[in-house]
């Protein structure tokens, strides 16, 4: 469900209320409205407020670009409701931008296109210091945030382009920030075609595709911001559908305070979430963008104590991605014939705690996957053993029934390798005129706090 109407109708009854007070200057020209199309509800909202004591302080949503001094910069327009007497604008610990006062209560913020640009669209704030000649108090500090995002859209009802292009985690080579959009289109193939800015186009599932931004392909695609970019798709249902968007860089949010930025406004900090998120991505992970934004993942990357992110937490197992491991299951299953055979149903795995309250140990691991397995045997009648007590198991050894060393070299590579702690269990089970086996084994990681579970059988005629 999309809710185009609904944000449309609360951005309207925000503006309406935002602009009952005096917010503009009655001497600045008068800039005139874009002609758009249908546009989504942030673009209709073309200003943002924020007030605070006796400032009452707006920004024009919408970014465009200009050439000053033989460099293309972002502008953004703001006006006050007080007389200006200084403004500078800065990155926690950082002068950034430009802000310069252009008339008695207006104000530009200039972000030059590279390095500067490119950090705040990937979601670092820009903090405003706003200096008045009149009120009580006289200084105070903005906060704004800019993102890309879509708008003006004409065409096609089928094609249905997300307002907001992301900047995630995602690694190729030496780059990692990308800017990731979503189309949401019943197609065999999409394409989007644009001057320049053309986003690379991968589909997720039926109805679903990604559009993917380096930094220097989306600044092609939102400067000029008058450029837009044309969807093309090839519907299932037979037939093309069409639809245009412009890319522009927009002011999202805006706060205004008396105090301290640093203090009303620290910097974020690995959140839990987050963490845990990024820990369990399989090894060789390169797409980060289901754990949050670029940001939100960044920040977890060097953490070295998973304690200074989250509180002790009882032993528990959080199951994860073991896909990975599917073409080594499937090549230990080969060989059966009608005098003997062997199965090894798909592996599970499970990752314990990051800041455990106690370490854990695979006595405490096995209890936990017999929790979530009724049909799991009594720990009892298994052997708790190491690395080189796997030897006891047809699992991980070279025999009649499977390649058990490749199954290993497999699951040592999924988990890290490294010491491990170990279950094992094999019992018969009835088979007329036949010898059959349950084998099953749980193997525990600490160095990277994997848990992965096998579950099997193997049998020979009589």
Request: one cysteine or more; glycine letters at 8%.
């Amino acid at each position: 469900m999309h809710f185009r109407t609904l944000g449309l109708t609360g951005l309207l009854a925000l503006a309406a209320t935002a602009c009952s007070g005096p917010v503009s200057d009655p001497a600045a020209p008068q800039v005139p409205e874009e002609s758009t199309g249908t546009t989504t509800a942030a673009a209709t909202a073309e200003r943002i407020y924020a007030t605070n004591a006796s400032l009452e302080l707006s920004f024009e949503t919408l970014g465009t670009f200009e050439t000053r001094n033989g460099v293309r910069m972002l502008v953004l327009h703001a006006t006050a409701n007080r007389y200006l007497s200084n403004v500078f604008s800065y990155v926690p610990d950082d002068a950034f931008g430009q802000a310069n006062i252009i008339s008695e209560r207006r104000l530009e913020v200039l972000l030059p296109e590279g390095h500067e640009l490119n950090s705040i669209l990937a979601g670092l704030p820009l903090f405003v210091t706003v200096d008045t000649n009149t009120g009580t108090p006289t200084h105070y500090t903005a906060k704004i945030e800019v993102a890309p995002r879509f708008y003006d859209f004409r065409g096609s009802s089928s094609v249905w382009v997300e307002e907001a292009v992301t900047p995630r985690y995602v690694v190729n080579g030496n780059e990692s920030l990308m800017y990731r959009g979503s189309a949401n289109v019943a197609a065999s193939s999409l394409t989007v075609t644009a001057p320049d800015g053309v986003p690379t186009v991968s589909r997720v599932d039926a109805d679903t595709f990604n559009l993917d931004w380096r930094y220097n392909a989306l600044y092609q695609a939102i400067d000029p911001h008058t450029q837009a970019l044309t969807f093309t798709a090839a519907l299932s249902s037979g037939g093309t559908a069409q639809k245009t968007g412009r890319l522009v860089a927009r002011v999202t949010s805006l706060a205004l305070t008396t105090g301290d930025a640093y203090d009303v406004w620290p910097s974020p900090t690995c959140q839990p979430a987050v963490y845990d998120c990024v820990q369990n991505q399989p090894t060789g992970t390169t797409d980060f963008s289901a754990c949050g934004t670029y940001r939100d993942v960044t920040r977890c990357l060097y953490v070295a104590n998973a304690c200074d992110v989250g509180q002790p937490q009882p032993l528990s197992l959080t199951s994860i991605n073991a896909a990975s491991l599917e073409p080594a299951r499937a090549t230990w299953n080969l060989g059966s014939n009608s005098g003997a055979w062997h199965g090894l149903s798909p592996i599970t795995a499970f990752r314990t705690p990051s800041c455990p309250a106690s370490p854990p140990t695979i006595q405490g691991v096995v209890a936990k996957v017999a929790e979530q397995d009724q049909g799991f045997p009594d720990p009892a009648y298994g052997t708790y053993t190491n690395r080189a007590g796997l030897s006891q198991s047809i699992l991980f050894t070279n025999n009649y029934y499977g390649d058990g060393a490749a199954l290993l070299q497999a699951i040592d590579a999924f988990a890290g390798g490294g010491d491990i702690q170990a279950w094992l269990y094999t019992a018969g089970v009835p088979c007329p005129n036949c010898h059959e086996f349950d084998t099953r084994a749980v193997l525990y990681y600490p160095a990277s706090r994997k848990v992965v579970v096998l579950d099997g059988y193997y049998g020979y005629d009589s």
